[in-house]
Each structure stands twice: as C-alpha cells, then as structure tokens.
C-alpha cells in the first residue's frame, strides 16, 4: 500500500470561504491502492506549495503527492510553477493521458497547465481544483500509479512485454 499526500491549494480554502470536497474526492478514489497520511491545504502561494511538496517528499517520504487546485489561467493559479521548482523529473505522459480524457467529456480540459514529476523517490501529480476535474482526471491514471511507483522505487523491473508479431 501506497503513503498518499494530499495538498490543495485554495485561496479561498485556506481561509475558510470555502469546503475542501476536491481532497475528499482524492481520499475516496485512492483508498484502494495506498492510505493518506498526510493533508494540507494552503494559499496559492508558489513558495508555500513548494514547501509542502519538499516536506511531503523529504521528510514524510510519502510515495505519491496529489494537488488538487492551482492549475488553470487565473493569476493566482502557481502549482504547476511550484511543482517544477521541486521535481527532478517531468513525467509529461501523466498529464498529457488526463488532459485526453478530459477533453472527450469537455473541451475546456485543454486550458489545464497541470504537470507531474518525480522527486527522489515520490511521484507528484497536479489536479484540477473541482470535485469532478480529480475524478475525471484521476480514473485515467490511478490504476498505472502503484506500478509506476515500484518501477520508481526499484521493486519492479517489467516495463513491458515483448512484442509479438
């Protein structure tokens, strides 16, 4: 079982205006493959996400961080921007799988600037703020995480089959 991470970033969470369900949805979906053991939710504030992520990934050693919020055009939106600051690795096929699911539900999935990446030994992988952007998003990639994550950690070696034509 995976140690999971969640950090939202919300202004308007963090200051009480409004209810986190977005991290609730995560909790619900992940529940199978590992357990949360860690949640955080502040502003977005670049220097602040950055620093949860490092904590996340240094201290907690955690296998998997996801960020839900931060990721669209609005100014304020600097996951993505925090999330490049801490990882040593893109892993561009993660968020280009998401954002192709999405787009066959709504068009508007091609306005997301959400990455993922590998820090040490933790995957990192950025979500949309609303409820129904992780789940849409989420199901796309969940069942590769857990595989990904032992290739990363150096338990699993079979990356692929041989082809057989």
Same mark, same amino acid.
Request: proline share 5%; hydrophobic share 35%; net charge negative.
């Given at each position: 079982? #995976? /140690?999971?991470?969640?950090?939202?970033?919300?202004?308007?969470?963090?200051?009480?205006?409004?209810?986190?369900? $977005? $991290?609730? +949805?995560?909790?619900?979906?992940?529940?199978?493959?590992?357990?949360?053991?860690?949640?955080?939710?502040?502003?977005?504030?670049?220097?602040?996400?950055?620093?949860?992520? !490092?904590?996340?990934?240094?201290?907690? /050693? +955690?296998?998997? +961080?996801?960020?839900?919020?931060?990721?669209?055009?609005?100014? !304020? *939106? +600097?996951?993505?921007?925090?999330?490049?600051?801490?990882?040593?690795?893109?892993?561009?096929?993660?968020?280009?799988?998401?954002?192709?699911? $999405?787009?066959? /539900?709504?068009?508007? $999935?091609?306005?997301?600037?959400?990455?993922?990446?590998?820090?040490?030994?933790?995957?990192?992988?950025?979500?949309?703020?609303?409820?129904?952007?992780?789940?849409?998003?989420?199901?796309?990639?969940?069942?590769?995480?857990?595989?990904?994550?032992?290739? #990363?950690?150096?338990?699993?070696? *079979?990356?692929?089959?041989? *082809?057989?034509?």
């Amino acid at each position: 079982m #995976l /140690k999971i991470a969640i950090l939202t970033a919300s202004d308007k969470g963090s200051r009480g205006e409004r209810t986190d369900t $977005s $991290s609730q +949805v995560i909790r619900e979906m992940v529940k199978d493959i590992g357990e949360v053991v860690a949640y955080e939710m502040v502003p977005d504030e670049k220097a602040l996400i950055a620093e949860k992520l !490092r904590k996340f990934c240094d201290v907690l /050693k +955690v296998d998997l +961080v996801l960020t839900t919020g931060g990721t669209g055009f609005s100014p !304020r *939106d +600097v996951t993505p921007e925090a999330t490049k600051e801490v990882i040593e690795k893109e892993t561009p096929g993660i968020p280009e799988a998401m954002r192709m699911f $999405s787009f066959e /539900k709504s068009h508007q $999935s091609i306005l997301s600037r959400a990455i993922a990446g590998i820090r040490k030994q933790t995957l990192i992988i950025n979500l949309p703020g609303s409820p129904k952007g992780v789940r849409e998003n989420l199901e796309v990639v969940l069942d590769m995480i857990p595989h990904g994550i032992n290739i #990363l950690q150096g338990r699993s070696y *079979d990356c692929g089959k041989e *082809d057989e034509r």
